[in-house]
Antibody
Framework: EVQLVESGGGLVQPGGSLRLSCVVS????????MTWVRRAPGKGLEWVAN????????HYVDSVKGRFTVSRDNAKNSLYLQMNSLRAEDTAVYYCVRARAMDVWGQGTTVTVSS | DVVMTQSPLSLPVTLGQPASISCRSS???????????LSWFQQRPGQSPRRLIYRVSNRDSGVPDRFSGSGSGTDFTLKISRVEAEDVGVYYCMQGTHWPPWTFGQGTKVEIK
């Protein structure tokens, strides 16, 4: 069974940092790009970042460039999102998603940025 | 960036009746390889999103055949032939042709009348 399990969300103050993790199973991790998508309260889905199969190519939505870093550890079947300088508008459920085509989604982890 | 515009944003439907959601892109979604990378996603209340349709009209495994996708160029449609109670949720189109960024429509909320 294909599974993507996120962790690392929580409550953080504006300007703080969090690191999200996603551990995958049930498919060949190294054969897939991996993606982070978020949904803020009352809003729609927003693509955040993705990374290619070997971690050498990364893309970010403009609003997180310079603050977020996506990475992967293929030996651990894991995807990460390091989030720095967090803002209130980063409050959302963050989903780990397989591939650029976004065919399989995790259950999400909630990030709340508030003082 | 490609802007995806969905309509309507709210869609009250009667059980057993058809429903249709439109998605328009600000530029053609035909890629240089000839494919059109337009997908549809469903997010039921309290659940993660799920992909229903990829490359305009291909249903994902396990998706009921009452869901169908169509369209070309800049104009796309998701149809539900007979709405069931489990279809309640928010539906999004997404383009993966002109990236980055990958862009979603605003979402269409489907509810039962």
């Amino acid at each position: 069974e294909v599974q993507l399990v996120e962790s690392g969300g929580g409550l953080v103050q504006p300007g703080g940092s969090l690191r999200l993790s996603c551990v995958v199973s049930g498919f060949t991790f190294t054969s897939n790009w991996m993606t982070w998508v978020r949904r803020a309260p009352g809003k729609g889905l927003e693509w955040v970042a993705n990374v290619n199969k070997d971690g050498s190519e990364k893309h970010y939505v403009d609003s997180v460039k310079g603050r977020f870093t996506v990475s992967r550890d293929n030996a651990k079947n894991s995807l990460y999102l390091q989030m720095n300088s967090l803002r209130a508008e980063d409050t959302a459920v963050y989903y780990c998603v397989r591939a650029r085509a976004m065919d399989v989604w995790g259950q999400g982890t909630t990030v709340t940025v508030s003082s | 960036d490609v802007v995806m515009t969905q309509s309507p944003l709210s869609l009250p439907v009667t059980l057993g009746q058809p429903a249709s959601i439109s998605c328009r892109s600000s530029q053609s979604l035909v890629y240089s390889d000839g494919n059109t990378y337009l997908s549809w996603f469903q997010q039921r209340p309290g659940q993660s999103p799920r992909r229903l349709i990829y490359r305009v009209s291909n249903r994902d495994s396990g998706v009921p055949d009452r869901f169908s996708g169509s369209g070309s160029g800049t104009d796309f449609t998701l149809k539900i032939s007979r709405v069931e109670a489990e279809d309640v949720g928010v539906y999004y189109c997404m383009q993966g042709t002109h990236w980055p960024p990958w862009t979603f429509g605003q979402g269409t909320k489907v509810e039962i009348k």
